[in-house]
């Protein structure tokens, strides 16, 4: 009884040499090659019979994982007459016959005839020297047929003469189908956009690759939606999908339009007080309602409050808690929603009675934080006080090496350029002013190069670095830098040898847009002598472009190089009235040094980035705080015995004569060493005040 059976062709390779026959009788000729009608082999066995004529092969049919093999060799010579290459570099099998060339290689799934493609349901393999077809395309590239008599194990193979010059048709190969669907009908922006692939193939066959595509540009194609279209700008777009199953059989492309709509800001639309009026001093509460998409977060609460009466400029920046003034203040609350959207600002009022609980001083040096604003809303001008001079005054030289001019860089080229040594400090601060189209055809980067023109090796230590931006905020970048400057950072060190040269700070990690600020603060222990370069320039540049770029001139800012890093002032508090020393109060206190492009004597005016070491010394409790007097003010500070802190710890301060700012309290037979500097983009001077805790209560 014979059958059909699902069979697979093996081909004898041998990859030394050429393929080999053994055989008991001597081949037969071409002619009788190419008459031969019957092939029959014997599983698990050498033999095999030609038309009757029995031959030893050497790679015998064997049953694999439940699929028969056969060699392949004898088939090209015995019963297609052919010619068999072994290409070993590409695993190519070439078969050749007349005017029909068919290629084969092993682990794919895509035979050619004379250059057209097929494809087959299995891969050819390599086994003990083997490759093996599959059997339907043996039928289908080389019109053999196949039968199986299980009761002898054999294989009956027939080959049709009149096919064998014909070329067969490319086997019909089905696509499959791109189908997918959005998990929404509308999204609004700020909303992640979610396909759901629905794509199949007819036959079951795996889906192997996808490619989507938003519009018409299959250049921008992705495998991951989400990485070109996650949450899209309002509009409606045209999303393409086309899937691959198998190597090169791609469906067509199927297309969606989705709609996103705008995002709506939102809209507060009530606040008010927990009750109408309050006592000095006594912690309040606010409620408030808005209306705003169901699925999108606030992310920012803006609050602000200040005296009827009073401009807007003096508000102060946070949420009210406690108001220790009588009168009638003016709340105000504007949110920001996920997307970015802020509300319009709502105002209410909120009465604060005569009676007081506690005074605002009392609270603040008793229960307040460093870095708490003190509104002082009766306007008490801190300069009414006792100025008084530092018992002792002396500084620490060094070298601060300041890059902040022209501050607001509009070229490629050299900042600041000069040779240090030693103990030192170093301060960059500039804003990218380049043009928008310059900036998007040509991006930049800020830079310091520290070089090595010596013959012998530098040593660069660097610690306690700071780096902020980019960012259009200069008071929020200059508060952040000094308070990561004064907490600290692990030192790194660098050996420059003779003619080596490095970037110690490159922004190219970064998107330095237009009107944005990059500022950078880290103190330095060389030994050697070493250049520092400052420089604006392309990204595209590299480190050797540098030498090439002209000198800058510079502005009305700070630049240049001078010889002292910090100041120390021992102060004892009078223990009996208010007094206060002045910071950065004028030409006489600012630092002289040399702009060493230009050869001229230049002062640090503010004495930027230079630290404040002021030791103070109380016999009674001394609470301490800062008036800021010559601007807008955002700094840190730091204790000796305690964490660095943001100075105000929310918002900002305008320098006038009525805000101040917490600091602390130095108890009684205490010494503490206060750590002030001058924050990028505030404005000196300040008053450092000190008042006795019997002043607390007025």
Known sequence: MKRKLTVILAISIFITSSFTLLATEPIASETAKASQKQIILQLDDTLAWVDGVEYTLIAKPRVIKDRTYLPLRFMGDMVLGAKVDWQSETKTVVISKDNKKTEITIGSNEAYINGDKFYM??????????????????????????????????????????????????????????????????????????????????????????????????????????????????????????????????????????????????????????????????????????????????????????????????????????????????????LQDDFGNWSDIKETYVEISEKSLITELEYRFTEGKPGDIIDNFHHFNYRDYDKVEPDKVSSQPGTLFVSNSPENVRYNGILYRDTVSGVGRILLHHYNQFTEEENINDPKKLVLLAENNGDKPAIITISNRADRGPSSDVLFVGGQLLYDYLKGGPAKTYKLEPGEKILLYDSANTTWGNKQLLSSQMDFDIVGQVTLTSASMSKKSSIDDIKKLPKLERDAHQRGTFNALDFYYDVKADNKKPTYIELGAGVEEWVYGHDALTGKTVQNRGNYAMNYEIKITAEEDMGILINPRGGLFRGALKWDDGEAFLAPNNGYVMGESSKGILIGVVKAGETRTLTYSLPNGSSAPVLLVMMPKDEWKH
């Open 121 to 334: 349901e299995e891969t050819p393999i390599i086994v003990e020297d083997s490759a093996y077809l599959p059997v339907r395309a043996t039928s289908d590239l080389f019109g053999i047929h196949t039968d199986y008599d299980e009761k002898t194990r054999r294989v009956i193979l027939t080959n049709k003469k009149e096919e064998d010059n014909q070329v067969p048709s490319p086997p019909e190969v089905k696509a499959p189908v791109a189908q997918f669907s959005f998990d929404m009908d509308t999204y609004t922006e700020g909303q992640v956009v979610k396909a759901i692939d629905q794509s199949f193939h007819e036959e079951g066959k795996a889906i192997t690759n996808k490619l989507w595509m938003v519009g018409f540009d299959e250049s921008k194609a992705n495998t991951n939606l989400e990485n070109i279209f996650n949450k899209p700008k309002a509009g409606t777009y045209l999303v393409s999908l086309k899937v691959e199953a198998g190597k090169g059989n791609w469906s067509e492309w199927t297309s969606r339009e989705v709609v996103v709509k705008p995002n709506q800001k939102p809209v507060i639309t009530s606040l008010k007080p927990s009750k109408p009026i309050y006592a000095g001093g006594e912690l309040m509460g606010f409620e408030y309602a808005y209306d705003n998409e169901s699925w999108e977060d606030i992310k920012t609460a803006r609050w602000t409050y200040r005296k009827e009466g009073e401009v807007i400029s003096k508000s102060v920046i946070k949420k009210p808690q406690r108001i220790f003034q009588s009168g009638r203040y003016i709340v105000t609350l504007q």
